[in-house]
């Protein structure tokens, strides 16, 4: 009986921690409310309106915060990002893009910049594509 509590006791306590977020989260995964564990190399996707945009944010380029825009669409896309984009940081302040180059097509893509931020918790924000009212990116 008492053996049957312990065991009762320690599954009820493992669940609760599952449950509650206590253990660490499955690679790959991340968590942009705590900045440490943020993967800033990994790939952000949405797939929403039969446009596929992935955005991955370029750390490596000092003079600016930079994005690498890629699109994968069924029919010819040239949008340009700089005037339907703009970037958020923590504390709710938007910046304007410096500039977008780049190519167009079914696999378009380019460079998306913004002014050097020093935040390290953002959000890129396309606006208007295939229907679609915005598309979040966060880091």
Same mark, same amino acid.
């Given at each position: 009986m008492k053996k049957r509590l312990i065991i009762a006791t320690f599954v009820l306590l493992l669940l609760a921690a599952l449950l509650s977020g206590c253990l660490d989260t499955p690679e790959g995964t991340y968590n942009v409310d705590n900045v440490e564990n943020v #993967?800033? $190399?990994? =790939?952000?996707?949405?797939?929403? @309106? @039969?446009? $596929?945009?992935?955005?991955?944010?370029? =750390?490596?380029i000092e003079d600016a915060t930079a994005f690498e825009i890629k699109?994968?669409?069924?029919?010819?896309?040239?949008? #340009?990002?700089k005037k339907n984009s703009f970037?958020? #940081?923590? $504390? @709710?302040?938007?910046?304007? =893009?410096l500039s977008y180059e780049g190519s167009g097509g079914h696999h378009a893509d380019g460079v998306l910049r913004f002014p050097k931020i020093e935040s390290k918790k953002f959000e890129l924000v396309i606006r208007d594509v295939a229907g679609v009212e915005e598309r979040i990116f966060k880091w």
């Open positions: #993967d800033y $190399s990994a =790939p952000r996707e949405n797939s929403e @309106g @039969g446009i $596929s945009i992935t955005a991955t944010y370029l =750390p490596e699109v994968t669409a069924h029919t010819d896309y040239d949008d #340009d990002f970037l958020r #940081d923590a $504390s @709710g302040k938007t910046y304007q =893009p």
